[in-house]
């Protein structure tokens, strides 16, 4: 190899069958399937979960719970429409909140 030139070193080397592991791509494909995989189950799956658990409770939501908003703001739900509550936040003051903003349910009508 001490007579050649680095191309053309470089070009044996890399034009030879098989490549320098010559493992061909069977490996790499199932490498980069178990990396999809794993990724699914750390982070699309759970968070798949945690969607519909809240939309179920959101759908549990009615007149009188107690809720939080994302923003943290404590009310009562004096209203339920199609797309969004209606909650008490103080006396005389109510607010519109989109259903998706409904963080958690502190206390469930009696």
């Not at 044996?12 to 490996?27: N, V, Y």
């Not at 945690?50 to 939501?61: A, L, N, P």
């Not at 006396?91 to 519109?96: L, Q, S, W």
């Amino acid at each position: 190899m001490e007579n050649l030139s680095n191309e053309t070193a470089i070009y044996l080397i890399f034009a030879s069958p098989g490549g320098p592991g010559g493992g061909g791509i069977g490996p790499v494909i199932l490498i980069w399937g178990l990396i999809f995989a794993a990724m699914w189950f750390l982070i699309v799956a759970p968070h798949r979960k945690r969607q519909k658990d809240h939309q179920t409770m959101v759908s549990r939501v009615g007149t009188g719970d107690e809720v939080m908003t994302t923003g943290g703001v404590y009310g009562v739900v004096t209203n339920v429409k199609d797309d969004r509550f209606v909650v008490k936040v103080a006396d005389n003051t109510k607010v519109e909140v989109n259903k998706s903003f409904i963080q958690s349910v502190e206390k469930k009508a009696t």
